[in-house]
């Protein structure tokens, strides 16, 4: 108890002595006036931004929101400064609440809610003096349909590059398709969902990421995004040989002989890849009508397949002789 005293003693004296008192008694003054000057302040006029969300309600059970349940719009509000800053820090701007079955009254798919009905809403939740100086939004668009709807497979979009003499050999999706919902039109146009645009450099890694779905106005994907998973391997350079000239295009009771009749070819791959290629995966082939159409000593060969993990094919030659029997 004693220390205690000692305590508020020491305080009192450091308060009230001549020179403190003297502090103490413009500090008061000073914030006496820093209120009076706020209180002037917040009773000028000003005007503010507010964003102010936008829910659809009451949505029947056999339709399907194809814009989404949840909006907002950007009002510019004019009052004193005392009143904004209640509608800043409190709560009297609450959600506005559209009733689905008030403004759907067709099938169509498409519904307007103009702005003079969404200030109407937001009227209704404000003070008297308040005014709407300005809606950025001069609409709300609601999309809806009754349940049509199908499966398209995903793809990724942008740029996503290894580094150097690494390639990407692999993409997996998961899920690797997604149900999209729409008004039959659009419905019928869409035969792919894109992904939000990628943008990764230099790893040789597997890369795994997860990504939103490109969003389309009046069209909804479920799920709305996807994990993606880039698979890289080494690049080499390699060659197949044997690979048999097949000829095309041939008539009934001729045949097509090439000298050589087999061929090698070269590309690049990746090294894990290279292990599973045989020649049996590439296809050459002499066509029998453009030969007849410029005879010459020599005929043209093409590479006319190659597997999905080989680039840069080439044939190690591009003409050859040949000869046209009957059978």
């Not at 690979?243 to 095309?248: N, R």
Request: charged fraction near 25%.
């Amino acid at each position: 108890m004693s220390i205690r005293r000692t305590l508020y003693k020491r305080v009192k004296v450091l308060l009230f002595s001549s020179i403190n008192g003297e502090l103490v008694v413009f500090l008061f003054f000073l914030a006496l006036s820093g209120v009076f000057w706020l209180l002037m302040t917040l009773n000028e006029t000003y005007e503010k931004e507010f964003k102010v969300p936008v829910r659809i309600v009451n949505v029947p059970e056999n339709v399907v929101l194809t814009s989404s349940e949840y909006d907002s719009v950007r009002v510019t509000l004019k009052d004193k400064g005392l009143i904004l800053v209640a509608y800043m820090y409190g709560d009297e701007i609450k959600p506005i609440n559209l009733n689905f079955k008030t403004y759907v009254k067709d099938s169509t798919g498409h519904c307007l809610i103009s702005v003079a009905e969404i200030n109407r809403l937001i009227y209704q939740q404000l003070s008297a003096s308040t005014k709407i100086v300005q809606t950025k939004n001069d609409r709300v668009e609601l999309f809806y349909n009754y349940g049509q709807s199908k499966k398209v497979p995903v793809k990724w979009s942008g740029k996503v590059v290894p580094e150097h003499l690494y390639f990407i050999s692999n993409v997996d999706y998961y899920p690797d398709s997604v149900t999209v919902y729409a008004s039959q039109p659009l419905l019928d146009s869409v035969s792919v969902a894109l992904t939000m645009p990628l943008d990764v450099a230099n790893f040789r890694d597997t890369l795994s990421v997860n990504c939103n779905l490109r969003r389309t106005r009046g069209i909804k994907f479920v799920p709305d995004n996807v994990r993606i998973r880039f698979m890289t391997d080494v690049l080499t350079e390699e060659s197949i040989d044997d690979i048999p000239v097949t000829g095309i295009n041939v008539p009934k009771g001729k045949v097509l002989r090439t000298f050589p009749s087999k061929v090698s070819v070269r590309f690049v791959t990746g090294v894990s890849q290279f292990r599973y290629l045989s020649k049996d995966d590439f296809v050459v082939v002499a066509d029998y009508e453009e030969i007849m159409s410029d005879p010459s000593e020599k005929c043209r060969i093409y590479l006319r397949s190659v597997p999905n993990a080989v680039s840069r094919a080439s044939l190690n030659v591009t003409a050859v002789d040949y000869l046209i029997e009957d059978e």
